[in-house]
């Protein structure tokens, strides 16, 4: 018998000593403030609790350990401190998704009462447990060192009174999440609910001759093992190209580590993942096809098709080699990126439940829409059987687009006609969802005498792995913004999309763009270096302005922050000694000929409760903050009444949540679905109100693919950017001074907390973040192997807001949620080229090099 004290109360254990105190805080004393993260890899930091005064992650101390001692949890702090606490976090908008928040309101406790008064040197120490992917920590660390004013009396928290457009509204429910509070998918609990786990593919390409489930079927607690055959509707799933199988059946052909061939479900989690081991494969292994440059007319076909997917070609000014040739300096290269993962802090979970002759899914993906139809499809339902309820998640960077076990809980939900919880662990999680496309960019670049670009010829290839995601969509993206922010009269580029049997790679945060940018901005420098041009001059002469064009020929017609921003940083790039500079574009919409839609409701409960119902989904970035912010800004209601739901039985239908389009589409249709609210509101009170729904709807539909003239309309709006990236005299950051044009900064937290953000996971991207193959399967599926930055290893960003309307966006206000770490990696590898003179071609970069 084990005995400890829990939050003051004393507890008597008599269970398995070796099991992980995360464990019992989680599944048996109902504790779901600690969250698991990475799986028991002790490497994030969101189980972190108190044990004797100190920090220790539960995930790896053994139940054993706690003998003797005292665990405190964020539950069993007194009201004050933990009021305290939350009330920095969420002031400071330390809190985006909030997953990581418990573990980090834990650690400044313990901090806090050891040292009541740290420097911001001992937080960074003291931070080196936690990961967080969201904050990029900068406001992390600010909210500690206010809680540490606010509990020696010297500080008191206030709150932004101006809760509309432009006001710091805190953040929706981030209290609730700083403390804890906010359920995500794993913390769900419905009564009779199993627990459903996944077996997969042990190779990157393999016959599956055979699956043995006998043994599994007959291990205590399980209740039944599906596999393919179990399917009643269509077996493939997929955003834009139905190509990815829910289950592997027997006698076909695996195409990558991520397929999933077979699933239990058991009374319990536990006997769930022991009977997935007693599973036996026989596999007739084949050679799997791992080098994108070797696709093409490759023997081996990933797809009965072939291994090209999708070509986009952009052709536009003329002959452009003539060009070229013409030009009077001209740069060139091959530039390779690498692939990485997400690492979001949440992995993927979703609870499903049979509901009136089909389902309801409780969902954290990035689109329930998107995940009613293809979930529909796979069971062989109407749409309108299953109900899709999303839960705010734990992060997300476009990872969470595809369906990954959305699809397998509903099936066994429905079959078994019972709640089914299936909950991916971090291993499966970086062997499962798609990653960031690795591109090689063959380019070059030409300029006049003068310093004017001339002409681009990029030739691009991407390895989209073994499905399609939205690969074709990511090339697309990386076409159509090759040119990056500058004007180029004339383009040659060509962009392939190609299957290989390497994991799948799809939406990440940047969306091709990332990679093209760092092609481009090195050519840039390039150019400079050739000419003897001034590097910041060179750039804003050449900027994207009002009557220039994209790279796909689109004529800006209003609304161009690329010199603002530019201006913004003038003063310091002439200051700094050793500096890189880097500009950025990235479209706001999905667009090319796609339609981007939004319906909201806005549902009067009463006088004390008005319901805000849309389409998108939250995880971390604030759209539900935006919401109420521009309910708030238009009828004048106080935001404290309102709540934001996202459930398709609301009817309030929008598309995925990506292409840094929430903003403008949520907000121009809240603004719409006001008006009838306010006439409303005119003389009469809103108890008056109640049972009114006001709908409001925005859509564009006339954007374009490139065509011949000046007819394209590729995107709707833009958002723009330059970085400056400062070293010091040993080539280290020594700043990082990052001016971003938002058109209008909705809300200034939440702004800062998005560029600080996309800075640091650029940054990572930049250096240190890879996630290599062997094989077509990870070297290592440990998150400590990601290459994530920490607090401690994060330099000073400097966020500046610039404002440039955008004609179309709700107030002027454009999307942020990418653009952040557009410039990064090319800014950084600039730096560093001018620290040592050596120009790098490859992400992730090779450290900088003392100056000889």
């Not at 481009?520 to 003897?532: A, I, N, R, T, W």
């Amino acid at each position: 018998m084990i005995e400890f004290q829990l939050n003051g109360r004393k507890i008597e254990y008599g269970g398995d000593e070796k099991l992980s105190l995360l464990h019992y805080l989680r599944e048996e004393a109902g504790i779901f403030s600690v969250k698991d993260g990475c799986s028991g890899q002790g490497a994030c930091g969101a189980c972190l609790v108190e044990l004797n005064g100190k920090p220790a992650l539960a995930c790896v101390t053994l139940m054993k350990k706690v003998a003797g001692g005292k665990v405190i949890t964020l539950e069993g702090l007194p009201d004050g401190l933990r009021r305290t606490l939350g009330s920095a976090f969420v002031e400071k908008g330390a809190v985006q998704c909030g997953f990581c928040s418990p573990g980090f309101l834990m650690r400044t406790k313990i901090l806090l009462q050891n040292n009541p008064h740290p420097s911001r040197r001992e937080i960074l120490e003291a931070l080196k447990l936690n990961l967080c992917r969201c904050t990029g920590y900068v406001k992390i660390v600010e909210a500690i060192e206010y809680a540490a004013l606010v509990l020696a009396g010297k500080k008191a928290a206030a709150a932004d009174p101006n809760q509309g457009i432009g006001g710091r509204q805190e953040k929706y429910e981030a209290w609730e999440a700083a403390l804890g509070r906010r359920p995500f998918v794993a913390d769900l609990r419905i009564p009779g609910m199993a627990f459903g786990a996944l077996k997969f593919c042990d190779h990157a390409r393999a016959k599956i001759v055979r699956i043995h489930t006998g043994k599994a079927a007959k291990m205590p607690g399980v209740l039944r093992v599906f596999t393919a055959t179990d399917i009643p509707g269509e077996p493939l799933t997929g955003l834009i190209v139905a190509d990815w199988p829910l289950m592997i059946p027997e006698g076909e052909i695996s195409r990558c580590g991520a397929d999933v061939l077979a699933g239990v479900v058991a009374s319990s989690e536990a006997a769930a993942r022991a009977a997935i081991r007693a599973i036996r494969v026989a596999y007739e292994i084949l050679e799997p096809l791992t080098d994108v440059m070797q696709a093409e007319g490759n023997p081996i076909k990933v797809h009965e098709k072939g291994n090209l997917l999708e070509t986009c070609c952009i052709r536009r000014g003329g002959d452009v080699d003539r060009i070229i040739a013409g030009s009077a300096h001209v740069a060139s290269g091959l530039f390779r990126t690498q692939m990485i993962e997400h690492a979001f802090l949440e992995t993927e979970a979703a609870v499903a439940l049979p509901e009136d002759g089909g389902v309801r899914l409780y969902s954290q993906g990035q689109g329930v829409y998107e995940d009613r139809r293809q979930v529909a499809s796979l069971l062989g339902l109407p749409l309108e059987k299953v109900r899709v309820i999303q839960v705010a998640n734990g992060g997300g960077f476009g990872g969470k687009e595809d369906i990954t076990v959305q699809g397998h809980a509903a099936l066994f939900a429905l079959l078994l006609q019972r709640p089914v919880r299936v909950r991916l662990s971090r291993p499966e999680s970086i062997r499962m969802h798609p990653k960031r496309h690795p591109l090689v960019m063959e380019y070059a670049l030409g300029c006049d005498s003068a310093g004017m670009l001339t002409a681009l010829r990029a030739r691009i290839v991407g390895d989209t792995g073994a499905y399609a995601s939205v690969g074709a969509k990511v090339l697309e993206r990386a076409a159509g913004h090759a040119c990056g922010a500058y004007h180029v009269p004339a383009a040659d580029i060509e962009a392939r999309t190609l299957y290989t049997n390497n994991l799948p790679c799809g939406a990440m945060r940047g969306f091709g763009v990332n990679q093209v940018t760092f092609a481009m901005e090195s050519c840039v420098d390039m150019l400079c270096e050739k000419g003897g041009f001034d590097r910041w001059q060179f750039r804003y002469d050449n900027a994207l302005s009002e009557g220039r064009m994209t790279t796909t020929g689109q004529v800006l017609r209003a609304g161009v922050g690329v010199r603002a921003t530019l201006l913004a940083l003038k003063d310091e790039f002439y200051r700094a000694r050793t500096s890189g500079l880097a500009c950025g574009i990235k479209n706001t919409g999905i667009g090319n000929g796609m339609v981007d839609d939004s319906v909201v409701r806005i549902e009067i409960v009463s006088a004390a409760k008005v319901v805000i119902h849309h389409g998108w989904t939250e995880m971390g970035q604030g759209v539900h903050t935006v919401a109420r912010q521009v309910v708030c800004q238009e009828t004048g209601l106080d935001a404290k009444i309102m709540e934001v739901r996202v459930d398709t039985a609301s009817g309030a239908r929008s598309g995925m949540t990506t292409a840094s389009r929430a903003t403008s589409l949520v907000g121009n249709a809240l603004i719409d679905a006001c008006a009838a609210l306010k006439r409303d509101l005119r003389g009469r009170p809103l108890a008056e109100l109640a049972g009114n729904i006001y709908e409001g709807r925005w859509r564009c539909d006339w954007t374009t693919p490139p065509l011949p003239g000046d007819k394209t309309v590729t995107h709707y709006s833009y958002g723009y950017a330059s970085q400056l990236v400062v070293l010091d005299e040993m080539g280290n950051i020594a700043s990082i001074h990052a001016a971003h044009d938002a058109g209008k900064i909705v809300n200034p937290t939440l702004f800062e907390g998005q560029i600080q953000g996309a800075v640091v996971m650029g940054l990572g991207y930049a250096f240190s973040e890879d996630l290599p193959l062997r094989a077509g399967l990870p070297a290592s599926f440990r998150l400590a192997d990601l290459g994530l930055l920490k607090a401690h290893e994060v330099p000073p960003i400097e966020v500046i807001g610039v404002e440039v309307a955008d004609e179309l966006g709700p107030y002027g206000a454009k999307g942020v949620g990418e653009i952040g770490l557009v410039p990064t990696a090319a800014a950084v590898a600039n730096a560093l080229c001018r620290f040592d003179g050596r120009r790098r071609f490859q992400l992730p970069l090779k450290r900088r090099e003392k100056r000889k």
